[in-house]
């Protein structure tokens, strides 16, 4: 077993992979960038190195200075985390090359996967069913105008190096195609330096259903169940649950096998998630895999009550994969609610500012992952991620009536977040129907407003009062967003 | 004490009276009596007959940050709103704190409705605040790598022909 460990990452992941550390007896040893230096991630380690600028280009993405710090503290591995360095070939090579283990899967099946139409090709070897398309689509238009016609509008123009929703157009009718390969081959030109197109068929109304997988160095591979992540703005992940509500045990049973095919396929080792875009009839498609550990991975340990993170580690150092994960069962049911600093009256921009109070929710069934401390400033540098809050229950009513009350006791002031838009989300009766898809907040929560309904009589009084307590005039000296000179912080906490 | 809070595009005119651990509070709803307890500082305990609110209050400058019932509301004390009411139809402001990358414009400069004239990034997002309309650049207030608060303003934006 490895005896200290570089977690090369920060917020609430960095602290998640340090808790799994500390409880193996592994030294924790933490980066950071100059923003970050009072950042709980930091102060909770063993060990930390400064690594640059907040840029994450100087810090978190510095390979060589992580290289270096690693080298120099002694660590035998690094946890990427996700994000960041996590899915990055060259990093994994680098770290290899400096006799430091990387806790995560070979650069070889990171690239593999990583190419789109290469990991396309791999999936239709191994029998795994993808999305029906084209190759990378070059040249004249004909070919590609029946080819659309095959696969019946809507179709997809995709760009091979894609990502982000950069160079990639929807295609209703015919007419519009020669526009849409023009632009999306600009876009991709432009964004990646590769204009290479394909064709998809467009799926109308999917459910996103991802397989989480596990295997080891002598190749086992299992699937622990999966997660549905159909609830997403912007392409982001918000709310995510295991079981899905759509899956069958047959259905669960085939898509595992398929997830545990795409990661044979690459000859994966350790964590990795298959995404697959789920129709109404019960057909799936491979979307891509992640060859990392995802964000949304406490839903999977809720149900299966294993510690994925110490996994990872355990395989990494070269242990097997344990009997209890090969013969894992799922019981009850999770759920993972993303709170993001992100302003709803302002079109859910990103939102910066001091924590001013923090108050986590807690009691039976609820698990909370975040990097907070009352009085921090959250910066605007990084992923607006504040806190994940995940909830077990029996089933799925009892886990959502958790989940409710859990959102309800979060107190976060000071920063403007998304806690109220998780609120209606959960309220919704087609979300307690479980009748999810990518649409979902498009077909319902288009009109959301920030600041419907009103505040209670007990609310205002709160305010008026803590002023007239605090005793100072209704604006003070602080304005424009400056911090408060300590001496004002100090008059407060007196009054 | 009398206050008026803007939340959102929401006016809520407030008045309150205090005698001891009653509060005694005018909306336009009505008036309402309260007794009240300091469970914290911040942390206030509000009782109308059995029934009571658990309230955490927090305030930078004008801003009130107000849970109640499960709910966070965010509101700003009015008189307060100097830094947006300062500003003219012509003022660029940006929409949130960030980090000014790069100004692609000079005073001087002629300008038309939605050039970019500013970009800005927060949190690996980037926004280009563009011109509102046809103008010359009056004075350009923010500089490129500078960490500005939301609704600062960047670029003052003149009359054509007289900036």
Known sequence: ?495 | MERIFQRGEEKIEVRATRDGQALRLETTRGVVEFLWDELAPGDYLLRHGAAQHRCLVARLGAERWLWIDGRVHHLQVKEAGRRHDDAHAGDLQAPMPGQVLAIHVVPGERVTRNQPLVLMEAMKMQVEIVATRDGVVAEVKARAGEQVPGGAILVVLGEDGAP
Request: charged share 25%; with cysteine; aromatic share 6%.
């Open chain 1, 1 to 495: 077993m490895f005896r200290k460990v570089l977690v090369a990452n920060r917020g609430e992941i960095a602290i998640r992979v340090q808790r799994a550390l500390r409880e193996l007896g592994i030294r924790t040893v933490a980066v950071y960038s100059e923003a970050d230096a009072r950042a709980p991630h930091v102060s909770e380690a063993d060990e930390a190195y400064l690594l640059g600028a907040p840029e994450p280009a100087a810090s978190y993405l510095n390979h060589s200075r992580l290289i270096d710090v690693a080298r120099e503290s002694g660590c035998d591995a690094v946890h990427p985390g996700y994000g960041f360095l996590s899915e990055n070939a060259a990093f994994a090579r680098r770290c290899a090359e400096a006799g430091v283990v990387f806790i995560g899967p070979s650069p070889q099946a990171i690239e593999d996967m990583g190419s789109k139409l290469r990991a396309r090709a791999l999936m239709v070897q191994a029998g795994v069913p993808v999305v029906p398309g084209t190759e990378a689509a070059a040249g004249a238009l004909g070919p590609l105008e029946r080819a659309a016609r095959k696969l019946g509008y809507p179709v997809l123009v995709k760009a091979a190096a894609g990502g982000g929703g950069k160079g990639m157009r929807i295609v209703n009718a015919p007419a519009e195609l020669e526009r849409a390969l023009a632009l999306c081959r600009g876009e991709a030109e432009k964004a990646f330096g590769d204009g290479t197109l394909y064709l998809e068929k467009y799926l109308e109304r999917p459910r996103h259903v991802e397989l989480q997988v596990f295997a080891d160095e002598a190749g086992d591979t299992v699937h622990l169940f999966e997660r549905e992540c159909s609830i997403q703005r912007r392409h982001q992940k918000i709310v995510e649950e295991a079981p899905s509500p759509a899956l069958s045990p047959a259905l669960r049973e085939r898509m595992g096998a398929a997830a545990v095919a795409a990661a044979r396929a690459v000859g994966y080792r350790g964590a990795g998630t298959v995404e697959f875009m789920l129709d109404a009839t019960g057909t799936f498609y491979f979307l891509e895999m992640n060859t990392r550990l995802q964000v949304e991975h406490p839903i999977t340990e809720m149900v299966t009550g294993l510690d994925l993170v110490r996994l990872q580690i355990e395989v990494a150092s070269g242990a097997r994969l344990p009997d209890g994960v090969r013969h894992a069962q799922l019981r009850g049911h999770a759920m993972e609610c993303r709170v993001y600093a992100e302003d709803p009256e302002h079109g859910f921009l990103p939102a910066s500012g001091r924590l001013l109070r923090l108050r986590v929710p807690s009691g039976p069934g609820v698990r909370v992952d975040a990097a907070l401390r009352e009085d921090m400033d959250v910066s605007i540098h990084y992923d607006p991620l504040l806190a994940k809050v995940v909830t077990y229950g029996h089933d799925r009513a009892e886990c959502l009536q958790r989940m409710r009350r859990a959102l309800a006791e979060f107190v976060i002031l000071g920063i403007p977040t998304n806690l109220a838009f998780l609120q209606s989300i959960l309220a919704h009766d087609a979300f307690v129907r479980g009748e999810l898809t990518t649409h979902f907040i498009a077909e319902h929560l288009q009109d959301w407003r920030a600041d419907a309904g009103t505040v209670h009589d007990a609310g205002l009084a709160a305010l008026l009062l803590h002023d007239l307590v605090v005793g100072k005039p209704a604006t003070a000296a602080v304005d424009g967003g400056m911090p408060p000179s300590p001496w004002e912080s100090l008059r407060d906490w007196r009054s």
